[in-house]
């Protein structure tokens, strides 16, 4: 791995672990957790929410992504020595 591959990995990594970040995903959750089927009103109300659901989802799992490209990233490494 290149060192500003580390270093673009250590940049999220420090992220991950803030406070901040651990706020946002909270929030996140907290919005996708309010969604209920009963409060859908029509197709366009219900289209509306897929949508943010796809976006709220993906960046809610977006560390997890991260973490494992990075084990990724290592185990080709790791394969590539030996």
């Known amino acids: 791995m290149t060192s500003e591959e580390e270093k673009y990995y250590e940049r999220y990594f420090d992220l ?3 406070d901040g970040w651990k706020q946002f995903i909270n929030d996140i959750t907290e919005t996708l957790d309010t969604h209920r089927i009963e409060d859908i009103k029509d197709s366009d109300h219900l289209a509306y929410l897929k949508g943010e ?3 709220l989802l993906k960046m ?3 560390e997890t992504g991260i973490k494992n490209n990075y084990d990724y990233v290592l185990e080709a490494e790791n394969a ?3």
Request: charged share 25%; no cysteine; hydrophobic share 40%.
């Open 80 to 82: 590539e020595e030996t």
């Open 53 to 55: 659901r796809a976006v």
């Open 16 to 18: 991950f672990l803030s």
């Open 60 to 62: 809610q799992s977006f």
